[in-house]
Nanobody, 127 residues
Framework: QVQLAESGGGLVQAGGSLRLSCLASGRTFGDYAMGWFRQAPGKERAFVAAVSRSGMKTDYGDSVKGRFTISRDYAKNTVYLQMNSLKPEDTAVYYC????????????????????WGQGTQVTVSS
């Protein structure tokens, strides 16, 4: 089992940047593909970004492509989400997730394929 703890959320003006962090503990970090999802009030949880177990492959939701970057640091057991050019519509609770089901070089966008989830961190973008 792995435990996930997000940090780095907060309030930022439109056009600003934030970096979210997710610390993984409990099992070998490299055994998991990692993802970020978000959920706005009244909406379903949506895919934001994912990185493969190897770190070589990434994927992004259409609404964040070109603005967000996912990365992972194996020495720190941490996955990051760098968010630039933030918009009010990026306001949501952001969740980190870990998947043990994916192949070494694969990523997944599907919430059902993630086995572990963090508690979430609030990101609010003001206009």
């Amino acid at each position: 089992q792995v435990q996930l703890a997000e940090s780095g959320g907060g309030l930022v003006q439109a056009g600003g940047s934030l970096r979210l962090s997710c610390l993984a503990s409990g099992r070998t970090f490299g055994d998991y593909a990692m993802g970020w999802f978000r959920q706005a009030p009244g909406k379903e949880r949506a895919f934001v970004a994912a990185v493969s177990r190897s770190g070589m492959k990434t994927d992004y939701g259409d609404s964040v492509k070109g603005r967000f970057t996912i990365s992972r640091d194996y020495a720190k057991n941490t996955v990051y989400l760098q968010m630039n050019s933030l918009k009010p519509e990026d306001t949501a609770v952001y969740y980190c997730a870990a998947s043990r089901r994916t192949l070494l070089g694969a990523v997944t966008k599907t919430t059902a394929e993630y086995d572990y989830w963090g508690q979430g961190t609030q990101v609010t973008v003001s206009s």
